[in-house]
């Protein structure tokens, strides 16, 4: 550790000018009178979250004014909106987002010193917003900022979850989960909209009308209806010059009492509608890749989709009066299948509503929607039991027949129409049951159909889409995701932030690609070490927090290798656990040899169902109990689970990592977007050919990652020959010692056989090859410790990293869906 230290680097801080005397006192004048009439609260008696709620209705108020502008201009424009559909937004804090891109954020740091308080503080007080399982929700949130930040003219329509992901407590080793509870204390950032309320029908009966030209028409009575209420949120893009609209819909009952029950005696059953309603928003589901299949999961989904449709189609009518022009003024994109049900709403808004033809109607439904795929593993492709749609949306089932008729009809002409091929082509699955395809109904309501890496989408072409692509050839398209550099670049790490824009200018956030230009630098001592310093400082802060929150003391000089994301077989935490233990066998074996100091790095959430994922989060943390207190391995190595993984844990660690793991079993990962927020901030990537690792290798060069393992073809041809682990356990000495010490209970004294499961299933139904990958993941980490021996490589290969990540910034991923997705334009930020 001879590299100087940047004083205070880790402080959020520095753009190096100081704001204008005047401003800070208009500011800080606001805030105190928002404390006052809006908190109610005098200075002397102000909490840090009284404190918070002031400033960020302070900055709201900025926000508010070029909102109003922004759907002023869209109007009289008559632009073409997108509406971007999606069951999570996973947003967490927004006090520092909506204060950076306000570019407030040194006026109002001052505008409270000079009242004493600390803005830092203040960012830890308000509740992280996790209305989403990982990175689909989270890539949701910042495709909103980019679309902001573009000026596209944008609404994000959602569900406003009272509970959103559950919170992760970890007691003796294991994950407990509790409600989370992001609007206990209120929510400074929303404005409900108690005018904006729907109808949302469910159940019921169809009746047929014949209409006086002789044809029939079919009305949908719904037995029951749930009201929509409307919760609006603005997101601020990059220097304030667009603000759009995130509008979240809450359920509530149609009736909020039966006064006849009650007045009956019945008190509880006064309620029960409003229960049965409300039910609808009251939490986020936690499976992530995995669907829920429960009746209530499709309440959600109608529901916010019907609000949505009702919604946008409103605006529309009294916008353009003409709904045959829909597609020309409205591009709705699916964030996976979850909101598929919208093509049948929207053709059922169509025909039944507006009497619009059915081929007319088909033609702008396709027009107007794209769909979204972001995972390829079979059992999270939804589907519903044929039975429950046809009670819970009768009409919606006779739409969806009728468009698989058609569709079958069309195919069923070809060639090779075999009964086979009409199977695999139907929007009905008859193999266990009936089963109602979403991603068929999203693929054949869409124009376009994207993945989300390049790998994934050439994927999508041969497995679960094959049949679909051979019908319409060239429907499915890529776009690689991205990441808001607002978010994962200036606000988790504003010290490396300013570094880089002295190199490259102040313009870094409007145009990321000029990043490019770091490149040069990396071969430049002074600022390899200014980095390196920044770096160093950052792994202090997390040590501090890693400290506080769980009492491990960790080395800021060590090797923080850093695994964070859901826990799930395919990400392969257990894999980065095994090389663990193997290390330490050998550390303690052979404790003489020079070892290279090394953090090991997990967090992450498990389904609360997921039983295996929730015994590999034990593992973790039992290895880590292990390996802490042992002498011999004199803090050689340190092995730390974080609870609670979220959003702004991500923004604390990230900057803080050397080594990103990206380790997946090949062809599993749809794209991954932590991989892209870890080489941004100068970690080294250790990873498989997998998702937008692939990217990310082509971008930083093969000398600058560490890419190790079975390619998705050769995994896929390995499955054909067996799933079995013993031969490869059998070949590595190291392997099957690591093995054996975990199943004879070396990291569980007080339950020996606790993890034989764990092991058993890696012998036998190795199906995510984590042994088949073991000798080639454990040699590539040796050679990460060569490299780390020499840190002027390492540091050069951290500064290449960081130069070629502007390519994904989400302002590229969201140019290209409105370039050729949406039809719509963009208009860069700037400085004026
Ligand atoms: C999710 O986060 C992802 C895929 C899902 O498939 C569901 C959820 Cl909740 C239904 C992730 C992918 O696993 C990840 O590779 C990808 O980067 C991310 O979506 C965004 O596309």
């Not at 808004?349 to 107007?368: F, H, M, Q």
Request: hydrophobic letters at 40%; one cysteine or more.
């Amino acid at each position: 550790a001879d590299a100087p230290l940047v004083a205070d680097a880790a402080a959020p801080a520095a753009t190096g000018q100081v704001p204008a005397a005047a401003e800070v006192a208009e500011i800080r004048d606001r805030i105190l009178e928002k404390l006052k009439h809006s908190v109610s609260k005098s200075v002397g008696s102000a909490t840090p979250h009284d404190w918070f709620i002031a400033t960020a209705l302070s900055v709201r108020d900025k926000i508010v004014e070029s909102w109003l502008t922004s759907i002023d201009t869209a109007k009289k424009t008559g632009r073409k909106r997108v509406y971007y559909l999606s069951l999570e937004f996973l947003i967490g804090r927004l006090l520092i987002d909506a204060l950076t891109n306000m570019e407030l954020i040194d006026q109002t740091r001052a505008a409270l010193a000079e009242l004493g308080v600390d803005l830092e503080a203040l960012r830890e007080v308000e509740p992280d917003a996790a209305l989403g399982n990982g990175g689909l929700g989270r890539l949701a949130a910042c495709f909103m900022e980019s679309m902001a930040t573009l000026s596209i003219a944008a609404y994000g329509y959602g569900i406003r979850y009272d509970h959103g992901l559950f919170r992760q407590r970890i007691k003796d080793g294991r994950q407990l989960e509790y409600p989370e509870d992001w609007l206990s204390y209120g929510n400074p950032w929303e404005f409900q909209r108690p005018e904006l309320v729907y109808g949302v029908g469910f159940s019921g009966h169809i009746e047929t009308q014949t209409l006086p030209d002789g044809e029939l028409k079919q009305v949908w009575m719904p037995g029951e209806t749930v009201q929509a209420l409307a919760y609006d949120t603005p997101i601020a893009g990059w220097r304030g010059a667009h603000i759009n609209t995130l509008r979240l819909w809450a359920a509530r009952a149609a009736d909020p009492l039966r006064l006849d029950k009650f007045n009956s005696g019945d008190h509880v059953g006064a309620l029960m509608d409003q229960v049965r309603a409300e039910s609808i928003s009251k939490v986020l589901y936690p499976g992530d890749t995995s669907p829920a299949g429960q009746e209530l999961r499709l309440r959600q989904e109608y529901f916010f989709a019907s609000a949505s449709l009702q919604d946008l189609v409103r605006r529309h009518m009294s916008l353009f009066g003409d709904i045959k022009t829909l597609a020309d003024k409205a591009a709705i994109q699916l964030n996976d299948t979850h909101p598929a049900i919208a093509v049948a709403e929207l053709m059922h808004i169509l025909v039944d509503r507006y009497d619009i033809p059915w081929n007319k109607s088909w033609a702008i439904t396709k027009a107007t929607f794209s769909y979204t795929n972001h995972t390829l593993l079979p059992e999270a492709l939804e589907t519903w039991p044929v039975p429950l749609m046809e009670r819970l949306l009768p009409r919606h089932m006779q739409i969806i027949y009728l468009i698989n008729a058609l569709h079958l009809e069309k195919v069923g002409k070809g060639p090779d129409a075999s009964g086979a091929r009409l199977a695999a082509l139907s929007l009905i699955d008859e193999s266990h049951g009936r089963r109602v395809r979403m991603g068929h109904l999203a693929f054949l309501g869409s124009h376009k159909v994207n993945g989300v890496s390049a790998l994934h989408s050439d994927l999508m072409k041969t497995t679960v889409f094959r049949d679909l692509e051979s019908v319409e050839p060239g429907k499915i398209t890529n776009k690689t995701n991205g990441i808001t550099f607002r978010r994962w670049l200036k606000e988790a790490n504003p010290s490396l932030t300013s570094l880089l824009t002295e190199v490259v200018g102040d313009t870094l956030l409007d145009d990321a690609t000029i990043l490019e230009k770091v490149a040069p630098y990396a071969d430049d001592s002074a600022f390899t070490e200014r980095y390196a310093a920044i770096r160093r400082a950052n792994k202090v802060a997390l040590s501090a927090l890693v400290r506080d929150r769980i009492g491990v003391k960790l080395d800021p000089d060590a090797l923080f290798d850093v695994h964070i994301k859901r826990i799930h077989e395919y990400k392969r935490q257990i894999l980065n656990i095994l090389e663990t233990v193997a290390i330490f066998e050998e550390i303690r074996a052979q404790s003489f040899r020079e070892w290279i100091p090394r953090v090991k790095i997990f967090a992450g959430k498990a389904a609360a169902s997921y039983t295996t994922a929730k015994l590999i989060i034990q593992l973790a943390n039992d290895v880590g109990k292990v390996v802490n207190s042992d002498p011999t391995v004199r803090g050689l190595l340190k092995v730390v689970f974080l609870p609670n993984y979220n959003v702004s844990l991500a923004e604390r660690i990230i900057p803080a990592a050397d080594l990103s793991e990206q380790i997946s079993t090949a062809g599993m990962e749809a794209s991954g977007t932590g991989n892209m927020k870890f080489a941004l901030n100068g970690a080294l990537t250790i990873g498989t050919l997998d998702g937008a690792n692939v990217e990310i290798l082509e971008k930083v060069g093969a000398p600058n990652i560490f890419i190790f393992g079975l390619t998705a073809d050769q995994v896929e041809a390995k499955r054909t020959q067996g799933i079995s682990g013993q031969e490869a356990i059998a070949r590595s000495q190291r392997l099957s010692e690591a093995l054996e010490s975990i199943a004879s209970g070396v990291f569980s004294p007080e339950q020996p056989d606790r993890y034989r499961p764990l092991v058993d299933a890696l012998t036998y139904n190795d199906f995510f090859l984590v042994t088949a990958d073991f000798d080639s993941y454990y040699n590539t980490q040796r050679d990460v410790f060569k490299r780390w021996r020499d840190k002027k490589s390492w540091w050069r290969s951290a500064v290449i990293n960081t130069s070629n990540m502007g390519w994904f910034s989400s302002d590229r991923t969201i140019t290209e869906y409105a370039q050729e997705i949406w039809n719509v334009p963009t208009t860069p930020p700037g400085r004026n």
